[in-house]
């Protein structure tokens, strides 16, 4: 069969793709009609709108003359090192800047690219294992590399944390690649160190590389940042970071999701299979994108503002939505991550969604629609995410109308 007729997929693999969230939710209210008594208010998507800093603008703006030549797939040193640089400062660790670190377009990008560099379709079963719920790149990036998403279900009698155990030693064996999102998106979970222990034994023995998604490190709620997986790896005398990559973002950081602009790093082993893989798939970063990111990676007053923000806000929010939903602060990231109540739409999660559309004009993103089956249930079925990422004023009044809505519900 002649695969280029029209109809008929270029790569198969792509019928594999499932639709995204966002895509799912469009269609699910194609007959929800807001009311349009109230303005239109959205939890719905994460995406960043605090104000840029005005120093990554500054430094976009100020290199225009730099257009005029190829960049290198590595970066520039200066970018590498302003890197390195902040991973000493924030976690007192000591990478090798022409080694251990690599720009990248945005986290998304490298997460989806890293699944092409390491999976091998030689080796029989091959198997990617992603957290349930999970940003959805995950699975995409196993799919179209010719393996086989597995997940492993979070547990929210343990703060949301991964039950690892759900995967059997015979799936761990298959395992090239697994995913790690830590803080957590939709739970802003926090991984500790005993469960990097765990993960960091299961690499060892069945030889997998784990990819540390830490795009919302900077988002944080406790005293303490969170821990990085390369902490973890150093704190656990793993100097090396052997199978350990971690991917880290400007986006949340510093509000500026439209720069596409993040780094990973860890073991220089896959950095350099990295390396030579983008430099063929062409990803070098636009030397604009690197002067303003170095100028972004070398400040970190805009940083602890954006936190300060956040945190006010999730204040104020937060203890309002516990009186009627059970929700709590996080540990980490933009996000709340709540249980319906059993007496609204008898704790269905996409009802709740569209009733509040319909009734409220709030817009929240049902929890089922980011996790897959597995183990005999949708982990995030019964449950909503809602992104803080809008003015506080806006974000208290979406509070406000969920705290009515529910109330005249119940
Ligand atoms: C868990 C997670 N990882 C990665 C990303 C990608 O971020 P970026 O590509 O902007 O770095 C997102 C964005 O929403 C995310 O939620």
């Keep these: 069969m002649n695969s280029a007729l029209p109809g008929h997929p270029l ?74 640089a902040w991973l000493q400062r924030r976690y007192g660790l000591a990478l090798d800047p022409a080694t251990q670190v690599l720009p990248v377009n945005g986290s998304r990008e490298a997460l989806f690219a890293l699944a092409q560099t390491v999976v091998d379709t030689n080796r029989p079963g091959a198997t990617v294992v992603c957290p349930n719920p999970f940003y959805q790149i995950y699975e995409g990036a196993a799919l ?23 995967i059997d030693e015979d799936t761990w064996a298959r395992t090239q690649l697994l995913y790690v999102c830590s803080p957590g998106n939709p739970t802003g979970a926090v991984m500790p160190l005993e469960e990097w222990k765990t993960l960091f034994a299961l690499s060892d023995r069945h030889g997998f590389v784990i990819a540390s998604d830490e795009c919302y490190s900077e988002i944080y709620f406790r005293e303490e940042a969170p821990l990085s997986g390369l902490e973890a790896a150093a704190q656990l005398g793993r100097a090396d970071f052997r199978n350990l990559i971690a991917f880290t973002s400007l986006s949340k950081r510093s509000n500026v999701p439209g720069l596409r602009s993040g780094f990973v790093a860890g073991d220089a082993r896959l950095i350099k299979q990295f390396l030579l893989y983008r430099t063929y798939h062409g ?54 991550w709540a249980a319906v109540p059993e007496t609204v739409c008898g704790g269905d999660d996409i009802a709740f969604a569209q009733a509040l559309l319909a009734q409220y004009n709030v817009q929240v993103l049902p929890g089922s629609l980011l996790a897959r089956e597995a183990h005999g249930m949708n982990p995030g079925a019964g449950r909503i995410r809602m992104a803080l990422v809008a003015e506080p004023a806006e974000c208290i009044e979406a509070a406000q109308r969920i705290h009515s809505f529910i109330r005249n519900s119940s």
């Design 283 to 336: 990803s070098a970063m636009n030397p604009m994108v690197q002067a303003a990111s170095i100028a972004a990676w070398n400040d970190e007053a805009h940083v602890i503002a954006n936190r300060d923000l956040y945190r006010g806000k999730f204040a104020q929010v937060t203890p309002l939505l516990a009186e009627v939903l059970d929700v709590r602060l996080p540990d980490a990231g933009f996000y709340l």
């Design 144 to 166: 179209l590399a010719g393996a086989q998403a597995v997940f492993a279900n979070s547990d929210p009698g343990r703060n949301f944390a991964i039950n690892w155990s759900q």
């Design 11 to 84: 790569n198969p693999r792509l019928g594999l793709l499932k639709p995204y969230p966002f895509e799912r939710l469009r269609q699910l209210n194609q007959n929800v009609r807001p009311n349009a008594e109230f303005p239109a208010i959205s939890l719905g998507i994460g995406e960043p709108k605090h104000a840029a800093p005005a120093l990554v603008e500054q430094a976009l703006m100020a290199s225009f003359k730099s257009l005029s030549a190829y960049p290198a797939t590595a970066g520039e040193p200066a970018l590498r090192g302003a890197i390195s």
